[in-house]
């Protein structure tokens, strides 16, 4: 009805009224539909603007990463009718390929190349520091050059530590028990010049900072604030008739893990939460048994929102041990299955590697631990194994493809070389008693 009509009067008889209603609606009724022939082109020219007005007004999902993005087909020759919409075509995300995660020779394979120590810069700097009874050697990534150091070495055991890329710290020995000379060095120029620490018997030294170390030495505990200049004894870590074997530190210094060992092998645990003044008994207690003396021990400092990850982690003969921090409660996590081994035969883990790096594109669900088994042999250690978990120690993966036999002495993570194999975050270097082995590393979680 236009805005000019005009109410019907109320003077209208009421069958004029009706008759004139009748007529009305008639004339303003809806108009029969055309048949789509004789439908004028510009009607079919709005029809199409509409459709494309839907098709690109439409909000669209942002593509997951674990689902396939979804794609509108193309458009037919026809011309859509304007309640068309398009019709979804899933296809799949372009995905990478599986890693491969296969052991390389990197350095040092040959004759008289048993590695048993390696370090990693503390803060993930580059350097690489690797010994054994042939020499010391310093690296960086792509970790395939490796300068040999001049260094005084005897024994059979080469250990190394890193408290910045300048300070360095090595020791060589065949255990205290054998009563043989222990040798114990340090450099403060990245390995160019040596020094060499009279009186200090280290069997092992774990460095906190540039100028912040602890050794373990034949009978006691010292530790030293100027890069290995001196070294003071921590009296409250004197354990009768044990000697320390192990040591582990977090990154500021007051939290100081002593692993000893007796005579017969058994182990013993001091902690110090207070920088070394005092120390208190935090061995785990071992049904029907005692506590092997740990090979290795690993201090991981708690991350940012995530302060239960911290701890100290262990190897033991029994296994892999962890003790949150400010707690005396241990765990006892999985042990690892070599394949093909006789869950009763003799074998033990030779190294410890924990990462619990965080940042926000490398995401990871907790700490992701590295380790390796061995057995004794004819020749010295057979190879079970090297493992990863990346749930804490709950479950294990093998990671032994293409160093088959080879005893590894010592597991690092360090940073990969982004120009050498782009997408890689991170590079796995095993010390072995044939050389250096490398795996490039994608990142695991995103």
Known sequence: ???????????????VAAILALVLLTAC?????????????????IATVE???????????????????VTPTPSRTSTPRATSTATPTRTPVPTLPPPDYSWVAVGMTGTNTNITGMAVMPGGDNTVLVG???????GSYDYTQWQKLTVNLVGRTTDVALGSAEVMYVTSHTGCASGLPIASSRSTDGGQTWQEMAGLDAVHITATSASEAFAATCGEVRRTTDSGATWTPLPAAKVENLDPRSIAASPDGQTIFVAFVSEGGSGQILRSTDGGNTFKDVTPRVKDDVLQAPDVMVYVPGSVGRPDDGGLYMTTYQGIWFLPVESDDWTLLSRPVPQD???TAYSWFT????????????????????????????????????????????SWTPFTKGIDDR????????PHDPTAHPGMVETLLAATNDGIWAIPMPPPYR
């Open 1 to 15: 009805m236009s805005q000019h009509a005009r109410p019907l009067s109320p003077r209208i008889a009421p069958p």
């Open 29 to 45: 009724g809806p108009e029969p539909r055309k048949p789509a022939a004789t439908q004028s082109p510009i009607t079919n020219s």
């Open 51 to 69: 459709t494309t007005a839907e098709a690109t007004t439409t909000p669209q999902a942002p593509p997951s990463m674990t689902r396939p993005a």
């Open 132 to 138: 054994g009874p042939g020499g010391v050697w310093k």
């Open 341 to 343: 081994q006789d869950p």
């Open 351 to 394: 190294t410890l590697f924990v990462d619990a790096f965080y940042t926000e594109e490398y995401n990871k669900p907790g700490p992701i631990l590295y380790t390796a088994m061995a057995k004794p042999s004819d020749t010295g250690l057979t190879s079970l194994g090297v493992f990863r978990s990346g749930d804490g120690g709950k």
């Open 407 to 414: 005893a590894v002495n010592a597991l690092v993570l360090a």
